[in-house]
Nanobody
């Protein structure tokens, strides 16, 4: 079992920044961030291999978002910069045992989510 608790969401104007945190009871091989906007399917945002350090990003966030891990705190972060209104969504942290990207079906542990709202 992996328990995940997200925090750090909020409201920000376009161009602003937020840092999301995911506190985990333990790391799995893959830790990822996903998001779901109203009326849309959930999509992958970023993921990392906690052992190998490989990172993966959706094309829509490359160059703006950075995923990282703090092993001492069992925490995964998503630093979001140059935020756009289309980044508005509920953001979820998730854990997977083997495959990190891009299939969210590989992820079997999920947090409750944290809301990010970007206004223009």
């Amino acid at each position: 079992q992996v328990q995940l608790v997200e925090s750090g969401g909020g409201s920000v104007q376009a161009g602003g920044s937020l840092r999301l945190s995911c506190a985990a009871s333990r790391f799995d091989n893959c830790m990822g961030w996903f998001r779901q906007a109203p009326g849309k399917e959930r999509e992958g945002v970023a993921a990392l291999s906690t052992g190998g350090g490989s990172t993966y990003y959706a094309d829509s966030v490359k160059g703006r978002f950075t995923i990282s891990q703090d092993n001492a705190k069992n925490t995964v972060y998503l630093q979001m910069s140059s935020l756009k209104p289309e980044d508005t969504a509920m953001y979820y942290c998730a854990a997977a045992p083997i495959v990190c990207w891009p299939d969210e079906d590989e992820y079997n542990y999920w947090g409750q989510g944290t809301q990010v709202t970007v206004s223009s």
